[in-house]
Each structure stands twice: as structure tokens, then as C-alpha cells.
């Protein structure tokens, strides 16, 4: 089945059926999102983490250095 096609059945559905084939899509999107993309934020985050806790640790050197 074309897109056109799947297109045109969804248009025939009611409001009821579309609704439900919206909310379907919309948790495959959600799924796809969580696999895909969500371990790279996670990695990103845990990266940033370490960034500031470095920048935090010389902040804190150089603040003892000077007293």
C-alpha cells in the first residue's frame, strides 16, 4: 500500500479511529525517540557532567591557592 493510499483510508476513518491512529503513530515516534536519540543525550549529559566537575575542582584549587 502507497502512502497516497494509507493517506485517503485514514481520511475515510471517523474521528474516533483517527484519533487512535494518530496516538499509534505518535508512540512509534515516541519508542523510535527513547532508542535513537535518548542514549546520545544521556551520553551527552554525563560528558557535560564531567566537564563541570572538573571546572569545579580548579575553581576550587586556585581558591585555595590563594588563601
Same mark, same amino acid.
Given at each position: ?5 494509507? $493517506? ?5 476513518? $471517523? ?44 575553581? $576550587? $584549587? ?6
Amino acid at each position: 500500500m502507497e502512502l497516497e493510499e494509507i $493517506k485517503a483510508e485514514v481520511r475515510n476513518l $471517523k474521528v474516533e479511529e483517527r484519533r487512535k491512529v494518530a496516538l499509534y503513530i505518535l508512540e512509534l515516534e515516541k519508542d523510535r525517540f527513547q532508542t535513537t536519540i535518548g542514549p546520545q543525550i544521556a551520553e551527552d549529559l554525563e560528558a557535560f557532567s564531567g566537564v563541570i566537575q572538573e571546572a569545579v575542582e580548579k575553581i $576550587k $584549587k586556585h581558591l585555595g591557592e590563594k588563601h
